[in-house]
């Protein structure tokens, strides 16, 4: 059974830093890529950002810059950093494997003095 856990959400002022993690298991890890989304409140799931098996990077003009994916093998994790949060970065996140049904039940990041 495949399943996807993202963790690291909470509350964070404009201009900090969260850590958001996706633990991945029923799957062979290293031959997937993982997707982020995430989903304002009343607003679609946009794409944030996404790492290839072999670790090719790509991301949304919207956090380009100020947010970084990776991903450790050895722990079946993909990891989605994010520097100088904004309040329109407020939203639930979600990774996700591509092209397939395969979705966390997200974490929520919330950017507010």
């Known amino acids: 059974q495949v399943q996807l856990v993202e963790s690291g959400g909470g509350l964070v002022q404009p201009g900090g830093s969260l850590r958001l993690s996706c633990a991945v298991s029923?799957?062979?890890?290293?031959?997937?890529?993982i997707k982020w989304y995430r989903q304002a409140p009343g607003k679609e799931r946009d794409f944030v950002a996404r790492i290839g098996r072999g670790g090719t990077t790509s991301y949304a003009d919207s956090v380009k810059g100020r947010f970084t994916i990776s991903r450790d093998n050895a722990k079946n994790t993909v990891y989605l950093q994010m520097n100088s949060l904004q309040p329109e970065d407020t939203a639930v996140y979600y990774c996700?494997?591509?092209?397939?049904?395969?979705w966390g039940k997200g974490t929520l990041v919330t950017v507010s003095s």
């Open positions: 996700n494997v591509p092209d397939t049904t395969y």
């Open positions: 029923g799957i062979i890890f290293r031959v997937i890529a």
